[in-house]
């Protein structure tokens, strides 16, 4: 069973920033696409950001020019890196593994293995 060990969220305030981290066995983090997912309450789970084996990266509207998702391969880590925290990104924050050879350029349709979800809360 693939593992991802995700780190801990925190409470912080508007405008403030904070780190994800997510660990991947290295035989899935080397060929595959990697992501967060949020999923607020009442809400739907959504994509906040991905990136690819070979770095190409994709983001929400809703947090473009505010995170930052990058790999680290040396650590089979993902990262997520979050500025200017709005109350609207408070959610539990969820990794994700693509399960399927990516070719370094490809985004998975869905995301076959997951992390235990991370609460995030940003305070107004």
């Known amino acids: 069973q693939v593992q991802l060990v995700e780190s801990r969220g925190g409470l912080v305030q508007a405008g403030g920033s904070l780190r994800l981290s997510c660990a991947a066995p290295?035989?899935?983090?080397?060929?595959?696409?990697m992501a967060w997912y949020r999923q607020a309450p009442g809400k739907e789970r959504e994509l906040v950001a991905a990136?690819?084996?070979?770095?190409?990266?994709k983001y929400a509207d809703s947090v473009k020019g505010r995170f930052t998702i990058s790999r680290d391969s040396a650590k089979n880590t993902v990262f997520l890196r979050m500025n200017g925290l709005v109350p609207e990104d408070t959610a539990v924050y969820y990794c994700?593994?693509?399960?399927?050879?990516?070719?370094?350029?490809?985004?998975?349709?869905?995301?076959?293995?997951w992390g235990q979800g991370t609460q995030v809360t940003v305070s107004s």
């Open positions: 994700a593994a693509g399960g399927r050879f990516d070719y370094g350029w490809q985004f998975p349709a869905k995301y076959d293995y």
């Open positions: 290295g035989s899935i983090f080397r060929i595959n696409a």
């Open positions: 990136i690819t084996s070979g770095g190409i990266t």
